[in-house]
């Protein structure tokens, strides 16, 4: 019985009792306190997840002291199918015992030549029968780099189009991409330059202080103005980079007539649309890939994360007209982990088999129904948004001072007191948004209904606990 089909016999959704609730209290262990020593100062996880982890299987984490975690973050979305998913580890076991060579740079072999063809499988059809691939470093990063280059390369032109709340990795090229300014201003300068921000559709929180569809038209045209003005202060740029849900942002979905409307602008103007689906892609929005929700073909997509099945790989596909580079023009020596590669094809092949994206999308939306039942009596649950299972709730003030859109403001100091007793109860989750006052939900995607009830009924009984703290 495949994932999907297993939903048919599912309950409504329910918050499932418990007759005991069991709080963990959080010692700094001899593990921690080496870490804390040793390890960098740049070091984030452990400040606010402070567990030592011992074993792993499915949706749960266990650390080593014998405490049971169900993991909401699940490698800030890279374990699709969760920890040591059998098909993974058989993979892995498979390139091991027939002895194929670990480490290939970018030399093909068998298992690299069908997990190309197992990606383009995937890919919408007006995308796979143009499109091509360039293996890079191990992270999402490097391909955002390795996409940069490939498009300055192609049309001559230098400046790139980003957006606010935007988030594109850490090395000097793609941070300059950032909408965040924490991580950049330290740095002064950028290595990247060209780089002109642009407003996101963040709908409940809209830039232009509309919302809705008015609110999209407004960005619309905004963009299309500042592509044909001339004098609109701003080259023409070698492309526009884009994420269909922003996550670090938020988990702000972008409105889908409005990635309609940016395909259509950039097309118009030989502009290259970059879909960044380094978090979003693979099932984790209800689709294989995010932009698929608004029936768009970009020109650039960036992977990385799911798609070695949880060890690191990251490519960057584009279409054919784009491959003006020369040889060597991007390099990485880690750019052929055969392990990954067949990691990447097994869970590929799963996603497909068992309809992985149909379960995604009903568990997203149970996931979602339980939130806006407990934001009945938490007025501070103020925006509950995101596709599939890459879903976010925005925390907020209401006794605050509205905004123009008439939203309470922000509750950034709420945000870590939720995720805090969330884990003395047994629920890893991670924050994001503006002033970290979004709870963010990347629970892996085979995760079941009853652990989905499971997750709100913890989440429920931690909002309880921090709202009555303040």
Known sequence: MSVA????????????????????QFNESPLLARQSQQESNARSYPRRIPLALKRAKGIYVEDVEGRR????????????LGHNHPVVIEAIQQVLSDELPLHTLDLTTPVKDQ???DLFGLLPPALAAQAKIQFCGPTGTDAVEAALK?????????????????????????LSLMGSLGPKKPLGALLGSGVQFMPYPYDYRCPFGLGGAQGVQVNLNYLENLLNDPEAGVQLPAAVIVEVVQGEGGVIPADLD????????????GVALIVDEIQSGFARTGKMFAFEHAGIIPDVVVMSKAIGGSLPLAVVVYRDWLDTWLPGAHAGTFRGNQMAMAAGSAVMRYLTEHKVCEHAAAMGGRLSEHLRILQRDFPQLGDIRGR????????????????????PPIFGRLAPLVQRECLKRGLILELGGRHGGVVRFLPPLVITAAEIDRVAEIFGRAMAAATTSL
Request: hydrophobic share 40%; charged share 15%; with cysteine.
């Open 5 to 24: 089909t297993s939903l048919i016999e599912d309950q409504p959704a329910r918050i499932i009792p418990i007759p005991a609730e069991t709080l963990y």
């Open 69 to 80: 975690f169900i993991d909401c973050l699940a490698g800030a979305g890279t374990l699709a």
């Open 115 to 117: 997990f190309v063809q």
């Open 150 to 174: 490939l498009v300055r390369t192609a049309t001559g032109r230098s400046t790139v189009l980003s957006f606010q709340g935007g988030y594109h990795g850490m090395s000097q090229g793609s």
């Open 258 to 269: 409005w990635l309609r409307g940016v395909r259509r602008i950039t097309e118009k103007a």
């Open 388 to 407: 599939g299972l890459m879903l976010g709730v925005e925390l907020v003030d209401p006794t605050g001072a509205p905004d123009a859109q008439g939203h």
